[in-house]
C-alpha cells in the first residue's frame, strides 16, 4: 500500500475455520477517518453494551468519552503512555473505561473486569457493523485518569479506548509503525488454548 491511500477493512484474519464475517473483519487500528462517530451509532454502542451478559447482572462498567477538539478529550490524551499518544491522536474519540471494584453489599466482585471485558467485546462487534473501529489500550496511566475525572472511590480505570470510523491515511502515523497497520495479523493455533478434556494432555484426578 502507498503512502496516502486509503486504507479500507481490509486487515481480513486469516481464519483456520469459518467464522462471521464481522469477527473476522475487526481488528485494531492505528488511523482512523476523521469524522465525528454519529451520535445514533454512538447511542448504538452503549446500547449494545447495556445488554451484555454480567455476573449477577451487576452491570459493573462505567464510561467517559470525549469527541477530539474537547478539553476532555485532551485531558483523556494526556493520560496516555507516550506511545499511545503516537497514533491515538488520530482517533476522533477517545474514552476511558472503568468497572465498580465491589458488589453492592461490599464484597469485591472478581468478576468486574470479566464483565467490562465482556461488554467492549459486544461493542467491538456492534462497531464493525457500523465500520467502526476500537483500539484498545492498555497504555494509560490509570491513577492520573482517576484524579483528572474525579472518579469516584470503588470504581477502577482499565483502559482507554481510541475509536473511529475505518479510514485515514498510513501517512498519519509514524513510519514505524506503518508496515505493522497492514501486515498479516497473527494468532497462537486453537491446539494451544483450547484443550479436550484435560489440561493440555495432563493426567487429571477425575
Ligand atoms: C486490554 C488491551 C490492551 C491493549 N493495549 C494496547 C496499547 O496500549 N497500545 C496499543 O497500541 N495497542 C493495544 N492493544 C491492542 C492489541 O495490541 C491488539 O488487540 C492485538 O495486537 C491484536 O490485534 P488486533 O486487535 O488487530 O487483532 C490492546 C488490546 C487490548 C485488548
Known sequence: M???????????????????????????????????????????????????????????????YAEKGTDAYQAIFDCLSDFNKTWAKNAPLLMLTAYKEKTDDGKENFHALHDLGLALGSMAVQAQYMEIALHHMAGVDWKKAQAVFSVPEGYHIATAVAMGYYGGELKDLPEALRDQETEQRKRMPLKEFAFKESWNGRSASY
Do not use: C, M
Open 2 to 64: 502507498t503512502e496516502g491511500e486509503q486504507l479500507r477493512l481490509d486487515n481480513i484474519a486469516n481464519t483456520e475455520h469459518d467464522i462471521f464475517a464481522l469477527l473476522r473483519q475487526r481488528y485494531s487500528p492505528r488511523v482512523f477517518k476523521s469524522e465525528t462517530i454519529d451520535k445514533n451509532h454512538l447511542n448504538q454502542l452503549f446500547e449494545a453494551i447495556r445488554w451484555s451478559a454480567s455476573s449477577n447482572n451487576l452491570q459493573p462498567w462505567r464510561f467517559i
